[in-house]
C-alpha cells in the first residue's frame, strides 16, 4: 500500500534531514513513488522552507526534526484539527500577526482562502499566503535565522512597533505554572514586541508541551489571553489554564 501524502513528505523530509543531500533517485526507492510524485512533493516542501530543491535531486535546508519547536506537535492529521479551529475563530477582514513554526504555517494554511490581512516575520508563512489574493500580507524583516527562516533581532522588533492586529497566533516550546518559553533568545525579544500589537493572544500548542520549559523565557501565564490544544492536556493543567483566567479550546484528535 502506497503511503499517505503527509506521511510520504514526512518520510522525505527525514531522510534529507539525515543526509544532508538525497538524489531523486535514492528518495524514489525509499518511498516507493513515481519521479512526478517526488518532484511534487519536493516542490511543496522547497515551498515552505524546509529544503531546497537542486539538480537531481533535495538539500536540507530547514532546522533539525530532532531539536525542531514543534518536532512532537502531533501527527499531521492532528495538527490539522487543531489548526483548524485556530483559523475558524479567524473572521474575514481582521488582522492577524503571526509567528514562525510548524504549527502556526499549519495554521496559515488553513486561512488560505480567507479575506484577510496577515502580518508574519516567517518566510514559509509569506511563502505560501503571497499567492493568496484575498490575504493583504506584511512581511516583517530583521536577521533571518536560518534554521527556521524567521525574522528576528532589533529590525523586527522596531517593525512591529508600528503594527497593531485583532489577533497574535503564536507557538511556544514549554508552558509551566510560571509562564511561557520559547527556544531562542531573540525570538522571544521578538514575540514580546509582538504581544504588544495584538488586542489577544492565542496559542496554539500541543499537550506535551505543559509542565515543560526551555532556554528563553516569554510571559507570565496570564499574559495569553487563549490556548488551543490537543486533548491530550490533563485534567490538573485544564484547571492551572483556567484558573488563570484564560479560555481554553480543546480538539478532539
Not at 496559542?203 to 510571559?219: I, Q, R
Request: with cysteine.
Amino acid at each position: 500500500m502506497s503511503m499517505l501524502l503527509d506521511e510520504r513528505r514526512e518520510s522525505i523530509l527525514k531522510i534529507v534531514e539525515n543526509k544532508g543531500f538525497v538524489s531523486l533517485v535514492d528518495l524514489m526507492d525509499s518511498v516507493g513513488a513515481s519521479e512526478s510524485t517526488i518532484r511534487r512533493d519536493l516542490e511543496y516542501l522547497d515551498g515552505i522552507g524546509q529544503i531546497r530543491r537542486t539538480r537531481g535531486g533535495a538539500a536540507y535546508s530547514g532546522e533539525s526534526l530532532a531539536t525542531f519547536e514543534d518536532r512532537s506537535f502531533m501527527s499531521s492529521r492532528q495538527k490539522r484539527q487543531v489548526a483548524k479551529a485556530v483559523a475558524d475563530m479567524i473572521s474575514p477582514g481582521e488582522a492577524v500577526l503571526m509567528d514562525g513554526g510548524t504549527t502556526t504555517l499549519e495554521v496559515a494554511r488553513q486561512l488560505a482562502g480567507k479575506q484577510l490581512q496577515v502580518v508574519t516575520n516567517s518566510l514559509p508563512i509569506a511563502n505560501l499566503l503571497v499567492n493568496q489574493p484575498q490575504i493583504d500580507l506584511m512581511l516583517i524583516g530583521g536577521f533571518l535565522f536560518p534554521k527556521t527562516g524567521v525574522a528576528l533581532g532589533k529590525t523586527a522588533v522596531d517593525s512591529l512597533k508600528s503594527v497593531h492586529v485583532r489577533r497574535l497566533i503564536i507557538s511556544v516550546g514549554g508552558i509551566t505554572e510560571g509562564g511561557l518559553y520559547n527556544s531562542n533568545m531573540l525570538l522571544v525579544e521578538t514575540e514580546q514586541q509582538m504581544f504588544e500589537a495584538a488586542e489577544e493572544v492565542i496559542v496554539v500548542t500541543d499537550s506535551t508541551k505543559f509542565g515543560h520549559s526551555a532556554l528563553a523565557y516569554l510571559c507570565p501565564l496570564n499574559t495569553v489571553d487563549h490556548i488551543v490544544v490537543d486533548d491530550g492536556i490533563t485534567e490538573e493543567w485544564k484547571t492551572v489554564i483556567q484558573d488563570a483566567g484564560i479560555e481554553l479550546t480543546i480538539v478532539e484528535t
